[in-house]
């Protein structure tokens, strides 16, 4: 889960003294002492590939080179597979779409949300994953986010009708919150319609129908 992981992270950044990771901090460490932070063998030759293939690398050619080119590099890495070139894409390309199906807190959010059934084929997770673009991300960290709400116990949607437009009338809208400030605060849709009124809210994406973020 993202609060494991999130507890090593820091155990392991309080070890080497750092506010963030650096190449240095694994450089010198053999596979076993970087097992021995809180990772699996696995974890830890990971990142020794990693560095080995970062240092045969020109980062800046790398980052202009086409998805496909980058995924058939990385995916030669120990350890990487496709679920890890999709995080890279998402947080580290800054590509806005990205839908990761090997992500299992996305599959469990759009199965609990009726979006796909629970044995839908990973075809049906990425054809229902479309209807996002061009902003697969964006709706991939909302549907994170929802489920580590859920975890604790927090409100996470609200759901409600649009009165008042063609375009939205008798659709769903599935309204995932990112709560600022905890005041109790409206989000309204241009025709008046609050859909949401317990939390302020930063981000909002219509799952099943917004084909752009400008269209809400």
């Given at each position: 889960?993202?609060?494991?992981?999130?507890s090593?992270?820091?155990?392991?950044?309080?070890?080497?003294?750092?506010?963030?990771?650096k190449?240095?901090?694994?450089?010198?460490?053999?596979?076993?002492?970087?097992?021995n932070?809180?990772?699996?063998?696995?974890?830890a030759?990971s990142?020794?590939?990693?560095?080995?293939?970062?240092?045969?690398?020109?980062?800046?050619?790398?980052?202009?080179?086409t998805?496909?080119?980058?995924?058939?590099?990385?995916?030669?890495?120990?350890?990487?597979?496709?679920?890890?070139?999709?995080?890279?894409?998402?947080?580290?390309?800054?590509n806005k779409?990205?839908?990761?199906?090997?992500?299992?807190?996305?599959?469990?959010?759009?199965?609990q949300?009726?979006?796909?059934?629970?044995?839908?084929?990973?075809k049906?997770?990425?054809?229902?994953?479309?209807?996002w673009?061009?902003?697969?991300?964006?709706?991939c960290?909302?549907?994170?986010?929802?489920?580590?709400?859920?975890?604790?116990?927090?409100?996470v949607?609200?759901?409600?009708v649009?009165?008042c437009?063609?375009?939205?009338?008798?659709?769903?809208?599935?309204?995932?919150?990112?709560?600022?400030?905890?005041?109790?605060?409206?989000?309204?849709?241009?025709?008046?319609?609050?859909?949401?009124?317990?939390?302020?809210?930063?981000?909002?994406?219509?799952?099943?129908?917004?084909?752009?973020v400008?269209?809400?």
């Amino acid at each position: 889960s993202t609060l494991a992981a999130t507890s090593i992270k820091e155990k392991m950044l309080e070890n080497f003294n750092e506010k963030k990771f650096k190449i240095e901090n694994f450089e010198k460490l053999s596979v076993i002492q970087i097992k021995n932070l809180g990772l699996s063998l696995n974890k830890a030759k990971s990142i020794k590939a990693v560095i080995s293939w970062l240092e045969m690398q020109s980062m800046k050619n790398f980052f202009n080179l086409t998805q496909a080119e980058r995924e058939k590099s990385l995916l030669k890495i120990f350890g990487i597979g496709p679920w890890s070139v999709d995080m890279f894409e998402m947080f580290c390309i800054r590509n806005k779409n990205i839908f990761s199906y090997g992500d299992a807190a996305l599959r469990q959010a759009m199965i609990q949300l009726k979006m796909v059934d629970k044995d839908a084929t990973q075809k049906q997770f990425e054809n229902y994953a479309e209807k996002w673009a061009p902003y697969k991300t964006h709706a991939c960290l909302h549907l994170w986010e929802m489920i580590e709400r859920m975890r604790a116990d927090l409100p996470v949607m609200a759901t409600a009708v649009c009165p008042c437009s063609p375009l939205w009338e008798g659709l769903d809208w599935r309204v995932f919150c990112l709560p600022l400030c905890g005041q109790d605060t409206s989000c309204v849709h241009p025709c008046g319609y609050a859909l949401y009124s317990t939390h302020h809210i930063d981000l909002f994406v219509v799952t099943d129908f917004a084909k752009n973020v400008n269209d809400i």
